[in-house]
């Protein structure tokens, strides 16, 4: 659905043509953050993590054994997702290492579905 909203904002830059120029800018602006904020949610929730849609599709790709262990680990979630994005991250800043490459991934993920979605829409 992400993604579809994402489409949707991007379609609708093709529009701003038709409004006056201080009221384009402004839409133009909040078009721009809807389509960043719709794929930001649409890559995050694929991170392959149980809870996530990412995590139910991994447990669907996986033979049975395989699944049923990854599954468990659906209760921490999301103590596993705060320690990926926000506790590794403090603790690396602490120790002189880069370890925001959950975060890295997600953005370059990001960039690249952005793209994607303006370039299939006619906008770059």
Request: glycine share 8%; no cysteine; aromatic share 6%.
């Amino acid at each position: 659905m992400n993604i579809g909203l994402a489409i949707v904002g991007a379609l609708s830059f093709h529009l701003i043509v038709y409004l006056p120029p201080v009221a384009a800018q402004w839409v133009a602006l909040n078009l721009k953050n809807a389509l960043i904020i719709n794929v930001v949610l649409a890559v995050f929730n694929l991170f392959p993590l149980p809870p996530l849609d990412g995590g139910r599709i991994v447990v669907g790709l996986l033979p049975n054994a395989l699944a049923k262990n990854f599954a468990r680990l659906e209760p921490y979630g999301l103590m596993i997702l705060i320690g990926l994005l926000i506790a590794l991250p403090l603790l690396g800043s602490q120790l002189g290492i880069d370890l925001r490459f959950v975060s890295q991934l997600i953005s370059v993920a990001t960039s690249a579905v952005i793209e994607t979605i303006l370039r299939l829409t006619g906008n770059i």
